[in-house]
């Protein structure tokens, strides 16, 4: 089920919004030119989510997370 779906910068903004509220300790949305993927990583430990983190800036994207 991958959707593609073109918005402006504000409805990104308020989408995420929404998406972060739904993800109380882990990554919920990743962004690299103009390319945004929203997430639902929900983490266990700090140090799980920072695995995570680390491997998502490894590969350039900015990454939103919640951390509790």
């Known amino acids: 089920m ?3 779906y ?3 910068r ?3 903004q308020g ?3 929404v998406a972060s ?5 882990g990554i919920y949305a990743v962004e690299k030119n103009e390319y945004a993927e929203l997430r639902n990583d929900c983490c266990h430990s700090r140090s799980q989510l920072k695995e995570l983190v ?7 994207f900015k990454v939103y997370k ?3």
Do not use: W
């Open 21 to 25: 509220e739904q993800v109380p300790f």
């Open 54 to 60: 680390r491997a998502f800036k490894g590969q350039g």
């Open 6 to 8: 073109s918005m402006s």
């Open 10 to 12: 504000k409805k990104y």
């Open 2 to 4: 991958n959707r593609v």
């Open 66 to 68: 919640n951390e509790g």
């Open 15 to 17: 989408l995420l919004k």
